[in-house]
C-alpha cells in the first residue's frame, strides 16, 4: 500500500476575465504534494525561502526556491487545477481516456493564460513522464520489480524426470537457489529528483503434486542423494503417491510448483509499499506400482 506524505496545497485564487488568468500567490517548489492521480511535485507558500527544513526539497533536489517565470513575469509553479508549468504552459496527468492506453503517461496541456488566449490541448499519451510531474513511488516501485526478472522455482525433484519411482516411497522436491529463484534480488529505479529501491524474498513454494494434493515448504528444499535412499526429506518432501501415474493422462504425474514472492520497496519522505507475486514452474514424474514376486 502507497503512502505519501500529507501536504496542505497552498490556496491560488484564479479568476478568468477578458481571456487572462489571474493569479496573485507566487508559488516556489518548496514541499511535496500528491494528487489522487500520482502527480507528485513541491510547493511553497513564502517566496524565497526555498527548501523549507528539509534542506532544499528532500529527495527531489534541484527546485526548491527557484520559482516559475513567464517572460520575466513570476507565475505560480503549480496550480492544481491546471498541473505544472513546464516553462510555457501548465501540464496535468489525467486518467486514461476509455479504450485508451493504460501504460505511460496522459496529460493535457493548458496555454497562454498569461497575456494570451487560454486554450487547453486535448489529452495525450507518452510513454514517459510530461515535464515538471515525476512518476508516483508505486511507478518507480513497479519499474524496479521489472528488472529483477524474477522467476518460478527451478524444480529439483526425486525420483528424477527421467527415471521412476515407485508407489508408496517418499518425494524429495527442492528449489535450486538462485537469486532470480529464491532472493534475495534488490534492484533501484529513479529518475532525476526521485528513486526507489526494491527488494523480493521468496516467502513459501505450493507444490502441487497432480494426484489432488499439496505440499507447502517455507525452505527451498535439501537436494536428493543416493546416499540418502528411502529416506524422507528433511525439509521439503511428500510422502509417496497412493497410485501409479499410469492412471494419469500421458502417463505421468504433473507437478506445479508455486512460488510467493514478498517485495518491500521504500522511496524518499517515508514512502514505502510492498506486494506479492507468484510465479509457478512445473515438471512431471513417472510412478511405478510396486510389483510383487511369489513363487
Not at 125 to 150: F, T, V
Not at 184 to 196: K, L, Q
Not at 257 to 268: E, K, R
Amino acid at each position: 500500500m502507497l503512502k505519501r506524505k500529507s501536504a496542505v496545497v497552498a490556496a491560488l485564487i484564479l479568476a478568468v476575465g477578458s481571456g487572462t488568468l489571474l493569479a496573485p500567490g507566487v508559488a516556489y517548489a518548496d514541499y511535496e504534494h500528491c494528487d489522487a492521480l500520482g502527480n507528485c511535485y513541491w510547493v511553497v507558500e513564502k517566496p524565497g525561502t526555498g527548501g523549507g527544513d528539509n534542506g532544499g526539497g528532500g529527495d527531489n533536489g534541484g527546485g526548491a526556491g527557484k520559482g516559475c517565470s513567464y517572460e520575466g513575469q513570476t507565475v505560480p509553479c503549480v496550480v492544481d487545477e491546471f498541473g505544472v508549468w513546464d516553462g510555457s504552459c501548465y501540464v496535468k496527468r489525467v486518467p486514461p481516456p476509455p479504450g485508451g492506453r493504460t501504460d505511460g503517461y496522459w496529460s493535457i496541456r493548458t496555454c497562454g493564460i498569461y497575456g494570451g488566449v487560454p486554450s487547453q490541448t486535448a489529452a495525450t499519451w507518452s510513454p514517459d513522464p510530461p515535464a515538471g510531474i515525476l512518476p508516483s513511488y508505486q511507478e518507480l516501485a513497479q519499474r524496479a520489480i521489472a528488472q529483477m526478472n524474477l522467476d518460478g522455482p527451478d524444480i529439483g525433484i526425486a525420483p528424477q524426470t527421467s527415471g521412476a519411482g515407485l508407489v508408496g516411497l517418499p518425494i524429495w522436491l527442492w528449489n535450486r537457489v538462485s537469486p532470480s529463484t529464491w532472493g534475495p534480488i534488490t534492484r533501484t529505479a529513479a529518475v532525476p529528483g526521485r528513486s526507489v529501491a526494491a527488494t523480493a524474498r521468496a516467502q513459501k513454494i505450493v507444490w502441487s503434486m497432480g494426484d489432488g494434493n499439496s505440499v507447502t515448504c517455507t525452505k527451498p528444499g535439501t537436494p536428493f542423494r543416493p546416499s540418502y535412499g528411502n529416506k524422507r526429506s528433511p525439509d521439503c518432501g511428500y510422502d509417496g503417491y497412493r497410485h501409479p501415474s499410469s492412471t494419469q493422462a500421458g502417463g505421468r504425474y504433473t507437478v506445479t510448483a508455486t512460488t510467493t514472492w514478498l517485495i518491500t520497496w521504500s522511496g524518499g519522505g517515508g514512502n514505502t509499499g510492498s506486494q506479492s507475486i507468484e510465479l509457478s514452474s512445473t515438471t512431471t514424474i513417472d510412478i511405478d506400482e510396486l510389483q510383487v514376486i511369489t513363487s
